[in-house]
Structures are given as structure tokens and as C-alpha cells.
């Protein structure tokens, strides 16, 4: 997923009138104001109430569902490759929201906080902060890129990590 796919999707959901956050590493990339590794897909939390206008508006620019473990996630590809990694969010009144998990004792949660604001390519996007995205990189063995990513929050941020 390129940059200026990143956009194109933004722009597309944004046209529908549905919220979404991207999560994963153009997140991160949108957090550091810069693109510092390829990325395979596009990672993207959205209200779960508003899923039906996500699938229309996603359906119409040729996506389609190819993995589907909701509650927790699915995911939407186009038939040029592109794939968008999909994350149902609950929301309540107080603007925190929780995602389902592989253990529903153990819900994702997301506080307020961190919704936040981002970058790709010089455009403001909605993401997700960097303590979010660091509870997110823990209880698993990383990967290179989950390193790469790790070490750039740190950097960035100065922010502890798991690893």
C-alpha cells in the first residue's frame, strides 16, 4: 500500500461520512510525519456502527472481503492488491471504545487519548497515538518490522517499549 493509496482510501471514507484511524505501521509512518518502510497493507480502525457505509463505499472502488474473523477484524482487498485490514471499534459516551479480542474477557481498549492526529505525505489523517500503538507491539515475538517501528517510536517519542 503506497502512500498515495493511504489517501486515496482516506478521501474515499471520508466522502461516505464514516471515521476511521489507521493503526499498524502507516500509523506510525502518519505519527513520524514521514514513510520509513514499505507496507503491505493498510490497518484501519472505524466505528462498528459503521461498518455497512465502510463495506458500500470500500465495494464501490472495487474492494472485496477476503478474510473475515470479525468481530475482532477483516479484511477488504482490491484486485490490483491492495489490502485494508479492518478493526470494528465500539465506542462509548466518554469517547473510549473497545475492540473485540481472541479472549472476549480481554477486550482491546482504546482510551480517548488516543485518537490523534497524523501525517502521510504532508496530509493531516486521523491515527492512532504512539502509546496506543505501543500497547498494541506486546505479547508476541516481533517481527523486523515490528523492531523498525518500535525503535522509530522510540526515537521519536521517547516512549518505552516492550521491545
Same mark, same amino acid.
Given at each position: 500500500? *503506497?502512500?498515495? $493509496?493511504?489517501?486515496?482510501? !482516506? &478521501?474515499?471514507? #471520508?466522502?461516505? #461520512?464514516?471515521?476511521?484511524?489507521? @493503526?499498524?505501521?502507516?500509523?506510525?509512518?502518519?505519527? !513520524?510525519?514521514? +514513510?520509513?518502510?514499505?507496507? #503491505?497493507?493498510?490497518? !484501519?480502525?472505524?466505528?462498528?456502527?459503521?461498518?455497512?457505509?465502510?463495506?458500500?463505499?470500500?465495494?464501490?472502488?472495487?474492494?472485496?472481503?477476503?478474510?473475515?474473523?470479525?468481530?475482532?477484524?477483516?479484511?477488504?482487498?482490491?484486485?490490483? @492488491?491492495?489490502?485494508?485490514?479492518?478493526?470494528?471499534?465500539? %465506542?462509548?459516551?466518554? @469517547?473510549?471504545?473497545?475492540? &473485540?479480542? =481472541?479472549?472476549?474477557?480481554? =477486550? %482491546?481498549?482504546?482510551?480517548? &487519548?488516543?485518537?490523534? *492526529?497524523? *501525517?502521510?505525505? $504532508?496530509?493531516?489523517?486521523?491515527?492512532?497515538? &504512539?502509546? +496506543? +500503538?505501543?500497547? %498494541?507491539?506486546?505479547?508476541?515475538?516481533?517481527?523486523?518490522?515490528?523492531?523498525?517501528?518500535?525503535?522509530?517510536?522510540?526515537?521519536?517519542? $521517547?516512549?518505552? *517499549?516492550? %521491545?
Amino acid at each position: 500500500m *503506497t502512500a498515495d $493509496g493511504v489517501l486515496l482510501v !482516506l &478521501a474515499l471514507l #471520508r466522502r461516505a #461520512r464514516v471515521e476511521v484511524w489507521v @493503526g499498524g505501521g502507516w500509523g506510525i509512518d502518519a505519527l !513520524l510525519g514521514a +514513510q520509513t518502510r514499505g507496507h #503491505r497493507d493498510l490497518d !484501519l480502525m472505524h466505528r462498528q456502527d459503521q461498518e455497512p457505509a465502510v463495506l458500500a463505499a470500500l465495494a464501490a472502488e472495487g474492494f472485496a472481503e477476503t478474510l473475515d474473523r470479525r468481530p475482532i477484524r477483516f479484511v477488504m482487498a482490491a484486485p490490483d @492488491g491492495r489490502e485494508i485490514d479492518l478493526h470494528p471499534l465500539v %465506542f462509548s459516551a466518554d @469517547g473510549s471504545a473497545v475492540q &473485540a479480542s =481472541p479472549d472476549p474477557e480481554r =477486550p %482491546f481498549v482504546y482510551p480517548p &487519548a488516543c485518537f490523534v *492526529t497524523g *501525517t502521510v505525505r $504532508g496530509t493531516p489523517v486521523p491515527c492512532l497515538s &504512539a502509546e +496506543q +500503538q505501543v500497547y %498494541f507491539h506486546q505479547g508476541y515475538e516481533p517481527t523486523e518490522r515490528d523492531l523498525h517501528d518500535m525503535a522509530r517510536l522510540r526515537g521519536a517519542f $521517547g516512549i518505552a *517499549t516492550h %521491545f
